[in-house]
């Protein structure tokens, strides 16, 4: 459990970079998650090569780790999405949702009773998102984006913890990223159509954040998180998350000074958010103790 913990964390501190990385790569949302997918999922692959850890797996499972990669993809472009109608900060915050959304779907998805605290936890983030958004009409469409984002990036997690029972860590990871981009590929064509763009290929200070993107903050983190799935439920996996925003806002304000466009509601939805994180993470202390 101990150990479990330790790798969570280092995966919220990597996943803390990436809504920076976002600002500062300069395509738009898809194509972001499309290199990101594609740089992770031949990374994986290489690793694979010479590991020899990716196991065969019957079809109907392929296919259902292929669906639950799409999951991921889409959330990924809903992310970055929101940043680029908002910013780094509010789009971070956005992400605390994914509790609420955790909390519910985890007991449907997993045929188990709610625990009723995690719901409490999760409508005080919710009352968080809820006093920015109300105040600040500036980021309203970001704000909604990024709910969108967390509620898709709360299934992928549940869904790993089923699949983690029949699969390799390796073997998921490789064949869920490798889903994510083909199924993305699949959908770029229509993405095009309703939201065109002239630049469709990276230059070279973009490729040089989309390695970090890609390597460092996709893949290691996804092996950190997915082994810390195996001891820890995904409530607390995705709770845990929440401290993101905390490490994201502060290198937004500190790269982009992003503190000087935001309001007092902002930080007081931000106290809010902060404080459930704080009380699921003693109420886990306490129950493991």
Same mark, same amino acid.
């Given at each position: 459990?101990?150990?479990?913990?330790?790798?969570?964390?280092?995966?919220?501190?990597?996943?803390?970079?990436?809504?920076?990385?976002?600002?500062?790569?300069?395509?738009?949302?898809?194509?972001?998650?499309?290199?990101?997918?594609?740089?992770?999922?031949?990374?994986?692959?290489?690793?694979?090569?010479?590991?020899?850890?990716?196991?065969?797996?019957?079809?109907?499972?392929?296919?259902?780790?292929?669906?639950?990669?799409?999951?991921?993809?889409?959330?990924?472009?809903?992310?970055?999405?929101?940043?680029?109608?908002?910013?780094?900060?509010?789009?971070?915050?956005?992400?605390?949702?994914?509790?609420?959304?955790?909390?519910?779907?985890?007991?449907? *998805? $997993?045929?188990?009773?709610?625990?009723?605290?995690?719901? =409490? @936890? /999760? !409508?005080?983030?919710?009352? #968080?998102?809820? &006093? %920015?958004?109300?105040?600040?009409?500036?980021?309203?469409?970001?704000?909604?984006?990024?709910?969108?984002?967390?509620?898709?990036?709360?299934?992928?997690?549940?869904?790993?913890?089923?699949?983690?029972?029949?699969?390799?860590?390796?073997?998921?990871?490789?064949?869920?990223?490798?889903?994510?981009?083909?199924?993305?590929?699949?959908?770029?064509?229509?993405?095009?159509?309703?939201?065109?763009?002239?630049?469709?290929?990276?230059?070279?200070?973009?490729?040089?954040?989309?390695?970090?993107?890609?390597?460092?903050?996709?893949?290691?983190?996804?092996?950190?998180?997915?082994?810390?799935?195996?001891?820890?439920?995904?409530?607390?996996?995705?709770?845990?998350?929440?401290?993101?925003?905390?490490?994201?806002? *502060? $290198?937004?304000?500190?790269?982009?000074?992003?503190?000087? =466009? @935001? /309001? !007092?509601?902002?930080?007081? #939805?931000?106290? &809010? %958010?902060?404080?459930?994180?704080?009380?699921?993470?003693?109420?886990?202390?306490?129950?493991?103790?």
């Amino acid at each position: 459990m101990k150990t479990a913990f330790i790798r969570l964390h280092i995966a919220v501190v990597l996943a803390g970079f990436t809504g920076v990385l976002g600002r500062l790569i300069t395509l738009n949302e898809a194509l972001i998650v499309f290199y990101r997918l594609l740089l992770s999922a031949l990374a994986l692959w290489f690793i694979a090569a010479f590991q020899r850890t990716i196991k065969k797996i019957p079809l109907s499972q392929l296919a259902a780790i292929f669906g639950v990669g799409f999951i991921a993809a889409i959330h990924w472009v809903t992310f970055y999405g929101a940043i680029k109608y908002s910013n780094v900060s509010v789009t971070l915050v956005c992400f605390s949702a994914i509790g609420f959304f955790t909390a519910l779907l985890e007991p449907l *998805l $997993l045929r188990k009773k709610p625990v009723w605290q995690e719901l =409490a @936890l /999760g !409508l005080l983030v919710i009352l #968080g998102i809820f &006093i %920015i958004f109300q105040f600040d009409a500036r980021y309203q469409t970001g704000i909604i984006i990024g709910v969108i984002s967390a509620f898709l990036g709360a299934i992928f997690p549940v869904l790993n913890r089923i699949l983690l029972k029949k699969v390799t860590v390796e073997t998921l990871v490789t064949y869920e990223l490798t889903g994510g981009f083909l199924t993305l590929s699949c959908l770029m064509p229509v993405y095009f159509y309703f939201f065109p763009t002239t630049v469709l290929t990276p230059s070279w200070t973009d490729w040089g954040w989309l390695l970090v993107l890609s390597l460092i903050c996709t893949v290691w983190a996804f092996y950190l998180s997915s082994y810390a799935l195996k001891y820890i439920s995904a409530f607390t996996v995705n709770l845990t998350y929440n401290l993101e925003p905390v490490y994201g806002i *502060l $290198l937004a304000f500190f790269l982009f000074q992003e503190n000087a =466009a @935001l /309001g !007092l509601h902002f930080y007081i #939805g931000l106290l &809010i %958010i902060v404080s459930a994180v704080l009380l699921q993470l003693f109420r886990v202390w306490k129950a493991h103790r």
